[in-house]
Nanobody, 126 residues
Framework: QVQLGESGGGLVQAGGSLRLSCAASGRTAGSRVMGWFRQAPGKEREFVAGISSSGGATVYADSVKGRFTMSRDNTKNTVSLQMNSLKPEDTAVYYC???????????????????WGQGTQVTVSS
């Protein structure tokens, strides 16, 4: 079992930056593929970024590529999402998610992730 808790959301102007963090606790928390997803009002939840258990591989949605950077610190069991050049269309609730252990690939499908945090709101004003 893994517990996930996001932090770092808030209100920012377009062009600004935010850094989201996700703290993972529980067995094998630091050895799992992790992902960030987001859900805007009236829309389905979508993949934002994912990172391998070692941190050596990352995958990004086209909409955030070049602006967002996902990283992890396995000594602290945390993953982060650095978001730069934010746009109003980035406004959403952002969720941290974890795959089951020994699932080594970074996936973009929501159903590949078993554990989810409660989410943190990011609002980008124009």
């Amino acid at each position: 079992q893994v517990q996930l808790g996001e932090s770092g959301g808030g209100l920012v102007q377009a062009g600004g930056s935010l850094r989201l963090s996700c703290a993972a606790s529980g067995r094998t928390a630091g050895s799992r593929v992790m992902g960030w997803f987001r859900q805007a009002p009236g829309k389905e939840r979508e993949f934002v970024a994912g990172i391998s258990s070692s941190g050596g591989a990352t995958v990004y949605a086209d909409s955030v590529k070049g602006r967002f950077t996902m990283s992890r610190d396995n000594t602290k069991n945390t993953v982060s999402l650095q978001m730069n050049s934010l746009k109003p269309e980035d406004t959403a609730v952002y969720y941290c998610a974890a795959r089951l252990p020994f699932r080594a690939s970074v996936e973009s499908r929501e159903d590949e992730y078993t554990y989810w945090g409660q989410g943190t709101q990011v609002t980008v004003s124009s």
